[in-house]
């Protein structure tokens, strides 16, 4: 009797999108502003990329003090949105924020791929901070 059962093909990817927004965190909290950039890519302009100069400016205001990756969901075949919560200070304060990253999976012309495909790259394409959820209703004796 022939065995009909087919074990699923490994995946050739080599990194996940929570590992490479880790990855971007961490340069963040480093405050290597290089670094970012190097990961971050501007959309629709293939083989273009953020200057240090402007990561710098986007992310200075927010002293990255630590992290937490919460949730990874895979939304198509080559995206995923990844939640995080986030130690930061900004003026004088430290807040615990959650925070929302769409990373795509890349080729090297900038081209979204299957995540099963090898040769691409996640990068951190939106960076959202989600609103604090409702305070609950006060309970009434």
């Known amino acids: ?21 880790a990855a971007f965190l961490n340069l963040w909290r480093d405050e ?6 190097r990961k971050l890519r501007l959309p629709m302009h293939p083989g273009q990329r953020k200057t240090a100069r ?8 927010r002293v990255l003090l630590n992290f937490r990756i919460l949730a990874v969901r895979d939304t198509d075949a080559a995206a995923s ?5 986030l130690r930061c ?8 924020r959650r925070w929302q990253f769409r990373m795509v999976y890349l080729d090297a012309r ?3 791929v299957p ?4 040769g691409g790259r996640w990068v951190p394409v939106t960076v959202a901070m989600l609103p604090d959820p409702p305070a609950p209703e006060p309970l009434q004796a």
């Open 115 to 118: 995540r099963d495909q090898s």
């Open 32 to 37: 290597n502003y290089a670094g970012m950039a």
């Open 110 to 112: 900038h081209q979204p």
């Open 81 to 85: 949105t990844v939640t995080a919560l």
């Open 89 to 96: 200070a900004e003026n004088g304060e430290t807040l615990s």
């Open 54 to 61: 402007e990561v710098r400016g986007e992310y200075k205001s």
């Open 1 to 21: 009797m022939p065995n009909d059962i087919q074990l699923p093909v490994p995946l050739k990817v080599t990194a996940a999108p929570s590992l490479e927004l």
